[in-house]
Nanobody, 126 residues
Framework: QLVDSGGGLVQPGESLRLSCTAS????????IGWFRQAPGREREGVAC?????????VYADSVKGRFTISRDNAKNTVYLQINSLKPEDTAAYYC????????????????????WGQGTQVTVSS
């Protein structure tokens, strides 16, 4: 089971760090993606980190330079650092796991990803 957390209500320009952890299994060998979905909009992949050290993280163009995905294997946790938050970042954020690489994230076939967190709400408003 994936558990995502760290969302909240923040003002524009502020930062948040979202966390994704798992109970019962090791995230080290899994690729972890972060996705978001705003009301009335399709789910969007924003970042993904592979389990393979040779592969770098990938980001959606809309978040490059503001979002950073990282993993702490000792804590069995993947983080999404979000800086310079904008109102358009308001959404429910979900982490999801794939085997080793961000294949479904890159292809857009999110329906093939089997393991999802329950979501954490990020609201950016002044």
């Amino acid at each position: 089971q994936l558990v995502d957390s760290g969302g909240g209500l923040v003002q524009p320009g502020e930062s948040l760090r979202l966390s994704c952890t798992a109970s019962g299994y090791d995230l080290t060998y899994l690729a972890i993606g972060w996705f978001r979905q705003a009301p009335g909009r399709e789910r969007e992949g924003v970042a993904c980190i592979s389990s393979r050290n040779s592969e770098g993280a990938v980001y959606a163009d809309s978040v490059k330079g503001r979002f950073t995905i990282s993993r702490d294997n000792a804590k069995n946790t993947v983080y999404l650092q979000i800086n310079s938050l904008k109102p358009e970042d308001t959404a429910a954020y979900y982490c999801a796991a794939e085997v080793e690489a961000c294949d479904y994230y890159k292809s857009g076939h999110y329906e093939k990803i089997q393991f999802w967190g329950q979501g954490t709400q990020v609201t950016v408003s002044s």
